[in-house]
């Protein structure tokens, strides 16, 4: 059988965050006329798919949502994720080889906790494809590469305590860019160090210095975590005509990229040269990701010789790589030393922002530290809004491997939370082991199930 | 009065009609050779049952652009193309004598974003005229979006070589997917000449019966143009043939059923749907030897499996072959086939009953079964078949793509009302596949000239889609290749829709289309351009056409 690359092409004709944000109606308008004016979906390598809705309870393998699931989606948003759980079972099913989907509303600056819109996404279209995959064909080692030109801080914010997904994001330094994370030191959680993966870019760089990244770190790493699948966040940001950032990425450069890291499922991310890139770009990856000649694919304006990377930035970036790879290679003893292993729990706190619906969270993190097994997570969040409402909630992350008794510790907390909400507006509980998805409303005394 | 023609691939057809009346039917063998001749034994009798009343139209349906293609007796046509940045132009091979690609592109918004190179164009011309070659194909990526290159080329190569046709792709489909249009394109200049040719020698011949009623063609999308349009584009009549019994099915059930055609003939089996009252088109345009193109024709399957399909019992099981060895054994035959178990199963009385009975005893012998057992046995497989063809067809119209909210939402689970059978094993069939998909069984009345009626009464179809592009000032019409300046300021959806429906009855005066209906928009739809968090445009598109479907309709309709 000849080879096949699923595709769920969800360009969302009639949704936009508001008419004249970059994330509207227009978005994926010129990628669908080239892409059908090639004749894409003719291809005999090529199966489109339909999307569906996912359900509520994929979103809540993922995400607690603030006050709940259906004051944070529209329908938009459930047929973008609900796109991905398609391609999610062709591949499964072996119907595909691959699979992209080009779905908007983006997802991948969604967190665990969501109080409202960040950096565009409300809910995170790949987690919700991970969860999914792990609970319905019980895969266990999922690698995530964050290709977008932001960093990918709702999946390290979902991934950072869970040493079974390696995340790797590359973007433009955060010094420079939103979100303003995503730094070297940012490693993983006590239980999951080394496991998160940042590599921030200067501005300018070029796909000579992306694929020096890619060939020396990125490919290498993978290769010795063995994931059972491999996702990409494929943002098409990086792009040297995008309008928010400042690298120089070409549509060639993301197919070749593509061609080399062999993602199994890759997902839509940013990308808002809607003219000048994303039509190029995605005929490149689909090409790409099918086995199909990409050579004919540039840009109107493209010239090789304007994509070399300069002096300076090899050098940085030889300095990068050396010191991510030492990080990985010495993660499990960096763990032991840099936790307080003889106590319970570690404690973090941070204050996240929200750029589009101009929230202010605070969290408090408790990460219990257990020898056996990857733990759970109680986080405390107060969300101000904008109207000056405040709401407060505590969630619990049960890991999908945690041992009997952390299972025990962390159903026995929200039940005493229940019992005394102590001030919270809403008490989460993510029961993964048993794939119960619980939330109590303190004020109306009701619990919801999913 | 109306005539409908069909000359099928056996049998032609051919009714008169007043109004809802049907004065005459005829079927007759069509002879291949003499197609002239099949269409003049059907015709005849119905000109002498007007006796000289007035006949208001004609309409034919054909099998002719089929089988010229099938039989490759069409024209040689030689592409020049444009195909710009993107797939490989090699992915694509057309089968033609020869293909000269020219660099040059034009982006999708029409925007020029590499121009023509002048000594290609005259190595181009060169080749052509060295390779005797007079049909020329030009097609670029997005010409529909702006015809510059292709004009250009076209004008120089015709300057340059003497009798040159060349026809150029926007004129034949503006709608997306170049390899579509390249290939819609050749086979629409690779046709003309025969169909010219043919239809007139139709005229000729109408002419000397003294008929003076227009002549129609109906096309492979159930509508019918003049034959002046359809001569344009030839290719849009392929495959009238399941078109016409479609609309004929529609003209003889009851209005906005679901139902399923189903034409059970000697060794397929033709299905088609009616969703509500529409019959439903192929999403990816008719597939035309194994290419796709453009053209809008209904979606249809057809199952390799009849009444005469040859049966055979192999390796301990029964297998329904897709061919035929000649008649059913009851009709003396060589070969066990389905119509033998239709005789025994008393679902039929064609044919003799002792040879059936022994046809299902050869087979029988070797599945150690009765005879009656064999016959249920083979009954039941080629129900079986059927059936899930047809659920095959509905699963597919479910999964097929949508790209709004409100298309998903749509979208919903449909099931068939009616099984509606048509050709000549149907009556014996059509209440097995029935009761196994808990359908009504219709065999309409006159179903065995349905394809004729269909023919006579179907509507002509105008449709015209317009893209208006206000930041370049520009729109297109994808039917008709028409690209202009937008002659009008358009404010909103409302002017555009306006707009459009104006052009449409325009349109429709100069085919001379005389209708009550008032056009109908399909659908219509806005994109604000901004940049820099600023409109500066807006990009619109709207489809708009006369009601399709059939003029009359039989109002109880089947049984
Ligand atoms: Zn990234
Ligand atoms: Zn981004
Ligand atoms: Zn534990």
């Known amino acids: 059988m000849s080879r096949k690359t699923g595709l769920v092409f969800f360009p969302a004709f009639d949704w936009a965050i508001t008419p004249t944000h970059p994330e509207r109606e227009e978005r994926l308008l010129y990628t669908r006329d080239q892409l059908f004016e090639e004749g894409v979906m003719d291809l005999p390598e090529i199966v489109e798919y339909k999307p569906r809705n996912a359900d509520y309870k994929d979103i809540a393998r993922v995400h607690f949502c603030v006050p709940d699931i259906s004051a944070q989606i529209t329908e938009a948003h459930l047929i973008a994720a609900g796109g991905t759980l398609v391609l999610a079972d062709a591949f499964m099913n072996k119907e595909i080889d691959n699979g992209f989907a080009l779905v908007r509303p983006p997802g991948h600056h969604s967190m665990r906790v969501v109080h409202g819109n960040r950096g565009f996404c409300n809910i995170h279209n790949e987690a919700i494809m991970i969860e999914y995959l792990r609970k319905n064909y019980g895969l266990q080692k999922i690698a995530i590469v964050d290709t977008d030109v932001h960093h990918g801080d709702g999946t390290q914010d979902i991934y950072y305590h869970d040493p079974d997904v390696l995340f790797i994001s590359f973007h433009q330094d955060g010094r420079t860019l939103y979100p303003g994370s995503g730094f070297c030191n940012e490693l993983g959680g006590p239980t999951a160090y080394g496991t998160t993966i940042n590599i921030p870019l200067l501005p300018n760089t070029t796909d000579e210095g992306i694929h020096y990244v890619l060939d020396q770190l990125v490919l290498p790493l993978l290769e010795e975590f063995q994931p059972d699948i491999i996702i990409n966040s494929a943002g098409q940001d990086n792009h040297y005509t995008d309008p928010l950032a400042n690298m120089r990425f070409t549509a060639r450069g993301y197919a070749r990229l593509n061609e080399k890291l062999k993602p199994d499922l890759a997902v839509l991310e940013g990308g808002y040269a809607i003219e000048s890139a994303l039509p190029y770009v995605n005929m490149g990856i689909i090409l790409a990701m099918a086995g199909i000649d990409y050579s004919w694919v540039r840009e109107p304006d493209y010239r090789p010789e304007n994509f070399r990377e300069t002096p300076e930035h090899m050098a940085y970036l030889k300095g990068l790589v050396e010191h991510l790879q030492d990080a990985w290679h010495n993660r499990e003893e960096m763990a032991a030393a840099g936790f307080p292993w003889d106590e319970e729990f570690f404690e973090s706190s941070r204050m996240i922002y929200y750029d589009t619906d101009n929230i202010r969270e605070q969290q408090q993190e408790k990460i219990r530290l257990c020898k056996r097994c990857p733990g759970y997570q109680v986080i405390r969040s107060r969300g101000l809004y904008p109207s000056g409402r405040i709401r407060t909630i505590q969630a619990i992350v049960l890991h999908r491997r945690a041992c009997p008794s952390c299972q025990e510790e962390a159903r026995e907390l929200y039940r005493e939370r229940i019992?005394?909400?102590e001030g919270l507006d809403i008490i989460y509980l993510q029961d993964k082991p048993q794939d119960r998805y619980h939330q109590f409303t303190v004020s109306g005394e009701s619990e919801l199930q999913y | 009065m109306l005539i409908g023609l069909d000359v099928g691939g056996t049998y032609t057809d051919a009714v008169l009609l007043e109004g809802r009346e049907i004065i005459k039917k005829v079927k007759t063998p069509t002879d291949y050779e003499k197609l002239l001749n099949s269409l003049l034994a059907a015709l005849d009798p119905l000109l002498e049952e007007a006796k000289g009343r007035a006949i208001e139209r004609i309409v034919l349906s054909t099998t002719l652009i089929t089988n010229l293609i099938a039989t490759r007796r069409i024209e040689p046509v030689a592409l020049v193309l444009i195909p710009g940045p993107g797939l490989n132009p090699d992915t694509f091979d057309y089968q033609v004598p020869l293909t000269i690609s020219l660099s040059g592109a034009i982006d999708y918004r029409g925007r020029e974003i590499e121009p023509l190179n002048e000594q290609e164009l005259k190595e181009c011309m060169e080749k052509i005229k060295d390779s005797g070659v007079r049909r020329i194909a030009v097609v670029g990526k997005f010409s529909q979006r702006n015809n510059k290159h292709e004009q250009k080329v076209a004008t120089y190569l015709q300057e340059h070589i003497p009798d040159l046709e060349v026809i150029m792709g926007h004129q034949v489909t503006g709608r997306l997917n170049y390899p579509r249009r390249v290939y819609t394109t050749l086979l629409t200049l690779a046709t003309q000449r025969r169909f010219r040719e043919f239809y007139s020698e139709v005229q000729e011949l109408?002419?000397?019966?003294?008929?003076?009623?227009?002549?129609?063609?109906?096309?492979?999308?159930?509508?019918?143009l003049p034959l002046e349009q359809s001569a344009a584009k030839p290719v849009e009549t392929i495959f009238s043939g399941?078109?016409?019994?479609?609309?004929?099915?529609?003209?003889?059930?009851p209005r906005k059923q679901t139902s399923v055609v189903i034409d059970i003939g000697g060794t397929t089996t033709d299905l088609a749907l009616i969703l509500t009252g529409t019959p439903l088109l192929a999403s990816k345009g008719a597939r035309i030897d194994d290419q796709l193109t453009h053209v809008r024709a209904f979606a249809t399957k057809s199952v390799a499996v009849g009444g005469d399909s040859c049966l055979r019992v192999r390796n301990g099981s029964l297998e329904i072959l897709p061919y035929r060895e000649g008649p059913a054994y009851c009709l003396g035959g060589p070969q066990p086939t389905p119509t033998d178990a239709m005789r025994v199963a008393g679902l039929t009385d064609i044919g003799d009953k002792d040879k059936a009975i022994d046809a299902m005893k050869i087979l029988g012998k070797d599945?150690?079964?009765?005879?009656?057992?064999?016959?249920?046995?083979?009954?039941?497989?080629?129900?079986?078949?059927?059936?899930?063809?047809i659920n095959s067809?509905?699963?597919?119209?479910?999964?097929?793509?949508?790209?709004?909210?409100?298309?998903?939402?749509?979208?919903?689970?449909?099931?068939?009302?009616?099984?509606?059978?048509?050709?000549?094993a149907s009556p014996a069939l059509i209440p097995?596949?029935?009761?196994e998909m808990d359908c009504r069984p219709v065999i309409p009345q006159h179903a065995e000239v349905a394809n004729?009626?269909?023919?006579?009464?179907?509507?002509?179809?105008?449709?015209?889609?317009?893209?208006?592009?206000?930041?370049?000032?520009f729109y297109f019409i994808e039917e008709n290749g028409v690209q202009e300046r937008i002659p009008e300021p358009l404010h909103s959806l409302q002017d555009a829709e306006k707009f459009?429906?104006?052009?449409?009855?325009?349109?429709?005066?100069?085919?001379?289309?005389?209708?009550?209906?008032?056009?109908?928009?399909?659908?219509?739809?806005?994109?604000?351009?901004?940049?820099?968090?600023?409109?500066?445009?807006?990009?619109?598109?709207?489809?708009?056409?006369?009601?399709?479907?059939?003029?009359?309709?039989w109002e109880e309709g089947g049984n």
Not at chain 2, 368 to 385: C, D, I, P
Not at chain 2, 402 to 409: S, V
Not at chain 2, 432 to 435: M, R
Not at chain 2, 522 to 534: D, K, Q, T
């Open chain 1, 419 to 421: 019992a005394d909400p």
């Open chain 2, 206 to 224: 109408l002419h000397r019966r003294g008929i003076k009623a227009p002549l129609y063609i109906l096309k492979a999308d159930g509508g019918t």
């Open chain 2, 242 to 253: 399941p078109a016409a019994s479609t609309m004929g099915v529609l003209a003889l059930t």
């Open chain 2, 367 to 389: 599945l150690g079964l009765s005879v009656n057992r064999t016959a249920e046995l083979t009954l039941k497989m080629m129900v079986r078949r059927i059936t899930a063809e």
């Open chain 2, 393 to 424: 067809m509905f699963l597919a119209w479910e999964q097929e793509p949508a790209y709004r909210i409100w298309e998903l939402r749509q979208k919903r689970k449909v099931r068939p009302q009616n099984l509606v059978g048509i050709g000549a």
């Open chain 2, 432 to 435: 097995l596949l029935s009761k």
């Open chain 2, 452 to 473: 004729a009626i269909g023919a006579a009464l179907a509507r002509v179809n105008l449709r015209l889609t317009f893209h208006f592009d206000t930041e370049r000032n």
């Open chain 2, 500 to 553: 459009a429906l104006g052009r449409l009855k325009e349109e429709g005066k100069k085919l001379g289309i005389i209708t009550d209906d008032e056009p109908e928009i399909i659908y219509s739809e806005l994109f604000n351009m901004v940049r820099g968090w600023r409109t500066t445009g807006r990009l619109i598109d709207v489809c708009v056409q006369f009601p399709t479907g059939v003029l009359v309709e």
